[in-house]
């Protein structure tokens, strides 16, 4: 049997294949603009804070990187939930991005009853930027010169004391708790939203200890406003090298953050392979290491996304064994 094609069947073929010839380098065109339009970084914190600071830095970089620009936008409330669940549910075409901390993304799905995302299964890691440790500070006018004297001083009068925190289940609040259960003292917990109101009161005398992030501190450390007493790591900082490390007074402390940028599970992996190679670029770009540095950011080890996701899940069982030892739930 022959076949044949009736010339109007011919034209049609004809004008669909010229559709399809013309129709790809129009897609192709669209993948290679992106960014097309400014990317969005939430952080999911208030603005003052350790992810505001580096978020920005890391913000300029990124974009320059990929040929577009970016613009951080704070959604801060719940302990970082509130932001982290609007990236979970925004558009999945790499717009929208979440730059955060250990501490939303790892501890609050075991601190909250319902935080409203699932850390792993709604996002897809980007690039860790590195860790921060924060800072035992104080007012300088209370009469500790040291974490050993404010020891003492807590256990003369349990429950007098007041520290400050970015609220209730952020990391301060964790190893404020950490202190007072490896160290046998009771400090009374006061969140506030955010980090920089908690320092603005302790700088302000209204209480008089805070821990807060290398970022956010350590300028008004290095101004005498703010005395450092300790930092939570597992050594010294470089840009704080005569503050000792919690560990130095109570044997086993160790408490960090890292922060990392994420995109919501879902982005086209074309889209996504674009944004971890130019955040892998950024982070390799000198003049940013320079900028983290000195905010006390310990830049990590080239990480692949991979290694990204296997520290998540680490931290994530981590934490969740530390929220349980500590009692600590918020509805």
């Known amino acids: 049997m022959k076949f044949t094609t009736s ?18 380098p129009l897609w192709a065109a669209a ?21 505001d ?24 409330g719940a302990g970082g939930n509130i932001g982290t669940q609007y990236v ?9 991005l979440l730059m955060t901390i250990s501490s939303s993304q790892a501890i609050n799905p075991a601190l909250f009853k319902n935080p409203g995302f699932d850390p792993v299964k709604d996002f897809k890691p980007v690039g860790l930027i590195g860790a921060v440790p924060n800072v035992l500070l104080v007012n300088p006018s209370f009469p500790a010169r040291s974490l050993a004297e404010l020891v003492s001083l807590a256990k003369a009068q349990p429950g007098h004391y007041q520290y400050a925190s970015a609220g209730n289940g952020t990391l301060n609040h ?32 209204q209480l008089p200890i805070v821990f807060a992030s290398m970022p ?8 005498g406003k703010l005395r450092a007493l300790a930092v939570s790591g597992g050594t010294r900082s470089p840009v704080l090298p005569d503050v000792p490390t919690i560990a130095e007074t109570v044997a086993g402390y160790n408490g960090t953050l890292w922060i990392g940028l994420f995109a919501p599970a879902g982005v086209p992996a074309d889209t996504l392979a674009k944004l971890q190679e130019g955040m892998a670029r950024a982070l390799a770009a000198k003049d940013l290491r320079d900028r983290l540095e000195l905010q006390g950011v ?28 500590s009692g600590a739930t918020v509805d």
């Not at 990187?65 to 801060?76: A, D, I, K, M, Y």
Request: net charge positive; with cysteine.
């Open 7 to 24: 010339a109007t069947a011919h034209g049609i073929a004809r004008r669909a294949c010229l559709a399809a010839l013309l129709a790809a």
């Open 53 to 76: 600071i580096v978020g920005r830095l890391v913000s300029q970089k990124l974009g320059e990187v990929l040929g577009g620009s970016t613009v951080v936008e704070n959604r801060p």
């Open 88 to 96: 979970a549910k925004a558009e999945k075409d790499g717009y929208t």
């Open 216 to 223: 956010s501190a350590l300028a008004h450390i290095k101004a």
């Open 298 to 325: 310990e830049i990590a080890p080239k990480t692949t996304p991979e290694q990204f996701a296997a520290l998540l899940q680490e931290d994530i069982a981590k934490w969740a064994r530390v929220v349980k030892s």
């Open 31 to 51: 993948q290679a603009s992106y960014p097309s339009r400014p990317i969005v970084m939430v952080v999911p914190q208030a603005a003052g804070g350790t992810n």
């Open 174 to 205: 964790l190893l404020g708790e950490m202190l007072n259960s490896m160290a046998g003292i009771e400090l009374q917990h006061v969140p506030y939203k955010g980090v920089a109101p908690a320092i603005n009161d302790v700088l302000g005398g």
